[in-house]
């Protein structure tokens, strides 16, 4: 169940987004999702100081991340004075081969999983498979997802690519689900099958929206239900999240939750807010008996590194950018053929994947600059995306793996020649002359450029040499 | 060298300058000054609008609306705790109806399935709410353990009017959280509900398909 059927990859972003741009039910599908979300987004903040709360989410991330190893290491003394035990995960290898060992150390075979993208990041499931582990996803669009053998297409929404229709297909056939076009009917079906799978887990493991250095707390957000399910019902809970999660205090949470709801899905508030500060304590009657919380770097620590790049770190996952991306809400989150896709994902997956694979991605974008002004912690996206084209062909000092990548000898030369042919005014003149005089024999093509558009055709006449002209005509 | 000591090295061995850390001004999230009546409607107005219905009534007749739901929801076992006022009151004045009572001071390791496939509704009460998200207040406790407010159908819970406060940040502060947190605090806005398929709402996926919220007053 865990091997998607349709492979997509960060390299086949062309070729996915042409797919994708002649498939009219993944753009039906996306159109009508995206545009809802941005007038409730909209809506959602109406009645707020938006810029003011911006500002302080903006400002509440920055001041973590300054303060970063000192969090985590607080995190993990307040975690570990509450009874959490702490795991502490180099990479999406390691961060699947702690999980597993934990689940192996209690002789599990079921995992029942609350939605995490860092998981996604890793694929765990696929690592759990293999240790002959099955881990089944319990929020809905996740586990409609995973019955379609595909990956998430949106970080919020993980099925938004699928209509009612298509997934009562997948309802019937992969559970047996009668075919109905009522969304309540198909509800119901997926509630009383992963009802039985909470019960039956031996594990169930959750991501974490915000940990709190301060208290030793594990903040979780949903409407659903299943992340208190999956948090409380197996004997053991593993919350897995990426290290830059972790705020100072836990008044910097109630900010955070303001704006990751609106901008998310334009909720003024999600139905949970969990907090999980400990296992289960004595003489307590449920809720699990051991907790377990891995922090996974994953490439983080090499971001952090740089000042520029570091504001990516800041990232609540909310979404919104994607929402409101012009290339994500024609192309959809499976184009990008990355964990995190949009605006959000083209600027974090080059540091985490490399620009080798990821080169196509910082393109993806008109750069109108839509994602910066939602994105709820001002991380700046379209000046990084800028930042990455740069690095991407060998400008700039990043550290970013695989700069260069689309360094292009020809492109390089053609640009000097232009840089010294127009600070050259004689020779300027002179081939621009040539230029005019031999029009007729520029190309009718230039590659994908002409797909969409006439070639450029060059002038007889220099505008320089006509307004020239007209100069001498109004004198005379 | 431990994942932890690498991870915190390159994280302390960052090559450039410190980052600032800058003054975070909370005045956006606090500092509303709204009445108690304010709070209430606040309140209202965004608990219904995510589904919550609310009942109020008064203080010394709440077990009387309390029968009424129980009735016009044909709930027949009720999940409750038994030493916190809410559930003591409850049992004392359910105990001549004919709902069948369901103890929860006990492991749910050993009645879990009961829970799952036989509890049509389940009481607690709260600590507290928000009026600026309507959101209630919970810390579940042995008494009220967490899965009485997930696993049944219908939630049930008792607030008192006064118990409402503005924000989130206000009623984290005042009640000094940061000193103490529980095992598990919660806030619940409506009952449990999804948009997971095409963008239609559908209640009850996971937890309760219904919150009722008797207001006292």
């Known amino acids: 169940m865990s091997q998607p059927v349709e492979i997509f990859t960060p390299q086949q972003f062309h070729r996915q987004a042409q797919d994708a741009l002649g498939n009219p039910q993944v753009r039906a599908n996306f159109r009508k999702a995206m545009d809802g979300l941005m007038v409730k987004r909209r809506d959602a903040f109406a009645e707020w100081q938006l810029e003011e709360l911006r500002q302080l989410g903006a400002n509440i991330r920055l001041r973590a991340l300054s303060r970063l190893p000192d969090l985590l290491e607080q995190l993990e003394e307040r975690c570990e004075a509450n009874g959490i035990r702490v795991h502490w995960a180099e990479d999406g290898e390691q961060a699947c081969r702690i999980v597993t060992d934990i689940c192996q150390q209690h002789g599990a075979r079921s995992v029942i999983k609350g939605k995490s993208m860092v998981s996604e990041e890793m694929h765990l499931n696929a690592h759990l498979d293999k240790a002959g582990i099955e881990a089944l996803e319990s929020d809905l669009g996740e586990y409609l997802v995973q019955l379609n053998e595909q990956t998430p297409s949106h970080i919020i929404m993980p099925a938004i690519h699928l209509n009612t229709d298509q997934i009562s297909d997948i309802m019937h056939e992969r559970t047996g689900t009668e075919r109905t076009r009522d969304v309540d009917t198909m509800t119901a079906a997926a509630r009383a099958q992963l009802r039985e799978r909470f019960m039956a887990a031996d594990v169930g493991v959750s991501g974490v929206n915000f940990a709190v250095a301060e208290t030793g707390t594990l903040c979780l957000v949903e409407n659903e239900g299943n992340g208190r399910m999956t948090t409380t019902v197996p004997p053991v809970h593993v919350a897995v999240t990426g290290i830059e999660k972790v705020v100072e205090h836990l008044a910097d949470v109630p900010p955070l939750y303001a704006l990751l709801t609106r901008s998310a899905t334009g909720q003024h508030v999600t139905t949970y807010f969990n907090m999980i500060s400990s296992p289960r304590r004595d003489g307590e009657h449920d809720g699990p008996r051991e907790v377990h919380l891995v922090l996974v770097d994953n490439g983080r620590s090499r971001i952090y590194q740089d000042d520029e790049l570091l504001d990516t770190l800041r990232c609540i996952r909310c979404g919104a950018c994607m929402n409101h991306c012009p290339v994500y809400t024609r192309v959809g989150g499976h184009t990008y053929g990355t964990t995190y896709p949009g605006p959000i994902g083209s600027i ?7 620009l080798e694979a990821t080169q196509d991605l910082p393109t993806a974008s008109s750069l109108c600059g839509a994602c910066g002004e939602v994105c709820p912690v001002k991380i700046p996206i379209p000046d990084l995306l800028v930042r990455l084209r740069r ?13 260069g990548v689309k360094r292009s000898t020809r492109e390089v030369a053609a640009w000097k020649s232009w840089q010294w042919l127009a600070t050259h005014p004689s020779a300027w003149r002179g081939t621009t002359g040539i230029i005019g005089k031999l029009r007729g024999l520029a190309p009718e093509h230039l590659g994908p450029w002409t797909e969409y558009r006439s070639a450029p055709k060059p002038a007889a006449v220099s505008l320089h040499t006509l307004i020239k002209r007209r100069r001498q005509e109004d004198q005379s | 060298m431990s994942a932890r000591d690498n991870i915190l090295q390159r994280l302390r061995e960052r090559s450039s300058a410190p980052q600032p850390a800058p003054l975070s001004d909370f005045s956006v ?10 709070r209430v409607a606040h309140f209202e107005r965004w608990i219904s609008s995510v589904h919550g219905e609310i009942i109020h009534c008064r203080k010394d007749n709440w077990r009387e609306a309390l029968v009424g739901i129980l009735s016009d929801k044909g709930v027949q076992r009720l999940a409750l705790g038994r030493t916190n ?3 003591r009151e409850a049992r004392e004045w359910l105990g001549e109806n004919s709902v069948e009572l369901v103890d929860v001071d006990r492991d749910i390791g050993d009645w879990q399935r009961e829970m799952f496939e036989r509890v049509d509704a389940g009481l607690t009460s709260t600590l507290g709410a928000i009026a600026e998200t309507g959101s209630l207040w919970l810390w579940p406790t042995p008494d009220e353990p967490r899965l009485l407010s997930l696993v049944p159908p219908l939630h049930i819970a008792v607030l008192d009017a006064d118990r409402i406060e503005d924000t989130l940040f206000d009623v984290m502060s005042r009640h000094g959280w940061a000193e103490g947190m529980p095992t598990n605090a919660l806030l619940i806005s409506g009952p449990s509900k999804t948009a997971d398929i095409e963008q239609t709402l559908a209640y009850g996926v996971h937890g309760p398909r219904e919150l009722v919220i008797l207001l006292r007053h």
């Open chain 2, 29 to 38: 999230v606090t500092g509303r000054q709204w009445t108690a009546e304010e």
């Open chain 2, 85 to 87: 006022d809410v559930a």
């Open chain 1, 391 to 403: 690095e991407a062909v060998g400008e700039g000092e990043g550290n970013v793996p695989g700069a």
């Open chain 1, 348 to 354: 974090l997956m080059p540091h985490l994947l490399g």
